[in-house]
């Protein structure tokens, strides 16, 4: 077992039922010149959270933990798409439509995919979401199941929306869920703050919070073993 200093308190876990799981770290919602950015929205806000979830990546694969990785995005017919999602913002540009980076939030699209910093390797099963949640039509409850994990540490983006989507999903679901503050991002610094506050309320009511320098020397320990 493993113990982290986090918020509300320490977080207990064992590297060896316990996944990383990155959320979305896709180009259309981090990098320049994406959908994100297309939006009006400032993608340095979301670009901080790259370097310290590779770090982190790259610490919990050397400790042989479970890594996987989610993508928010549609079937290129769409037919995965609501009609309400596709209404909401009445966006001159929105899914599916041609983009910066390719049909915007379509699978198989140069925009859809992670960022290169974190690109997914063999064996990290990826996860295609149509929703904001991870859990919402999709087999990630199985594939943890099937992996035996109980408990995540969570990086993505964004706080507000699909990170804390998932977040809430996986606690009903009896997951443990440890957020990074500095692996998860927002376009808009008030819902960082008030996305992270609201996890780690009332005596951890969704999850506990910690930065990845708490965590780092931790998953070290285990890749020496
Ligand atoms: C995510 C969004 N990934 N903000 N999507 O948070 O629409």
């Excluded at 798409?81 to 599916?96: D, N, S, V, W």
């Excluded at 949640?133 to 706080?159: E, H, M, P, W």
């Amino acid at each position: 077992m493993a113990t982290v200093q986090a918020e509300p308190y320490e977080f207990d876990f064992d590297p060896r039922t316990c996944a990383l799981i990155i959320i979305d770290m896709q180009r259309d919602f981090v990098d320049p010149g994406g959908f994100g950015e297309a939006l009006g929205n400032d993608v340095s806000l979301l670009r901080k959270a790259v370097q310290p979830t590779q770090r982190v990546l790259a610490a919990a694969r050397a400790a042989g933990m479970a890594v996987i990785h989610t993508r928010e995005g549609h079937r290129p017919d769409l037919f995965d798409l609501a009609p309400a999602k596709k209404a909401r913002g009445k966006l001159k540009t929105g899914i599916g439509d041609p983009g910066p980076m390719g049909r915007i939030l379509v699978r198989g699209e140069y925009g859809h995919d992670i960022v290169d910093e974190l690109k997914p390797i063999e064996g990290e099963p990826v996860i295609d979401k149509p929703g904001k949640g991870a859990f919402y039509a999709t087999d990630l409850d199985a594939v943890l199941k099937s992996k035996n994990i109980r408990q995540l540490i969570v990086c993505g983006v964004t706080t507000e929306v699909c990170v804390n989507t998932t977040v809430r999903e996986a606690n009903d679901r009896g997951y443990d869920c440890l957020v990074l503050e500095d692996c998860v991002a927002s376009y808009f610094p008030e819902f960082q703050r008030v996305g992270i506050a609201m996890i780690k309320a009332q005596g951890g009511i969704f999850g506990w919070v910690a930065k990845s320098e708490q965590l780092l020397p931790v998953l070290a320990s285990f890749a020496k073993r």
